[in-house]
Structures are given as C-alpha cells and as structure tokens.
C-alpha cells in the first residue's frame, strides 16, 4: 500500500481491498479497485486507524522485521512468480528475495518468463498465480527442502520473536502446537 499507492486507486468503504471485486489495470498507469468495507479506517482519531506500525507489521518485506527475524530461526523460502503477473508485482518480489539472501536466508524465487515454461500440468499459464496446482508444488519442492532441513543443527533458539514499530510490539510465541501472538502499545 504505502509502496505503490501513488497508482491504486480504491473505491469503496475505507483503505482496504478485502473482499476485491475487480481491478483493472489501465495503461499501466492506474489500478483501480473496488472493494468493501473493512475494519481498518483512515481516521487517525479512531482506534482501528491503520497506521504506518499497522502496515508494517503485515509487510513481509520489511526490512526491519527481516533483520530481526535473521537473528533467530530462519526458514527457507521458495517462491514463484510469473513476469506477466499483473497484480503483484515482480521487482519487489525480486527486491524482497535479494533482502532475503543478503541477511543470509537460503532463499530461491523462479521466475517464469517464458511461454516455453508453462508445461499445463505445474504452472498452466503466465498470470496471477499461473493457476499452479499445488500439490505438484508439494510433490517438487517439499522433499529438497525436508532433505535440507534433515542436515541443518537443531537450534536451540526459543521459538519466539518481537518486532517493534513506532507504535506497537508485536510478539509470538510457541507454546506446545499453538502459536501465542500478543500486541503491546508503546
């Protein structure tokens, strides 16, 4: 939102997509939406304002929040994403894998730029999610990664994490199978 809004324009109740309904992208130039209603407000008066620190905490790009989490358990991420996609788009993917692999995550991003790539039965077309099936997906990438996962260290790092905003510290911790998120106003 705070990236790229100078070429969303969203009509609807308040700042949010939630429940979009449609979105068209013309001339490259301007996405509009249209989307109902949802909690967040702009009102900064209201308790539901979604601020910078609310963004922040939902941006898995943050830098920040990436830096913190380096220092603690760092899972593996492989990602996929097509060079035609017209809703997310592809140099800030990139940007986040670079960010990623320069805080020392083992991070992969494939991206499908060819029409030779698209096979019909894993990746079926060139847009938005190319319709990928998921259990391929699964079937290919989840055994590389139990493998390097099988050879990593146990560690001995408590499973828990805080990210501070200007606002706000969000923590989460695990207890048993459940994971316990709590959020503290500065």
């Known amino acids: ?29 301007f996405l509009f939406c249209f989307s109902n209603t949802t909690k967040w407000t702009s009102d900064e008066s209201l308790p539901n304002y979604f601020s910078r620190s609310r963004y922040e905490i939902r941006d898995v790009a943050f830098k920040g929040h990436l830096a913190n989490q380096a220092q603690s358990n760092k899972p593996i991420y492989v990602g996929y994403h097509s060079s035609e996609d017209n ?58 990664l139990l493998e390097k996962l099988s050879k990593q260290k146990k560690s001995k790092v408590k499973k828990q994490i805080s990210y501070k905003t200007d606002e706000w510290i969000y923590s989460f911790k695990e207890f048993g199978s459940k994971i316990i998120a709590k959020c503290e106003k500065i």
């Open 1 to 29: 939102m705070y990236r790229r809004s100078f070429r969303t324009i969203s009509f609807g109740k308040e700042i949010a997509n939630e429940g979009l309904h449609k979105a068209h992208d013309t001339q490259k130039n």
């Open 87 to 144: 809703i997310a788009n592809l140099d800030d993917k990139i940007a986040f894998y670079e960010s990623l692999k320069a805080l020392g995550y083992d991070a992969t991003l494939h991206v499908i730029n060819k029409q030779s790539q698209v096979d019909g039965k894993f990746i079926k077309n060139l847009g938005h999610g190319m319709d990928m099936s998921i259990k391929t997906l699964i079937l290919k990438e989840l055994p590389p």
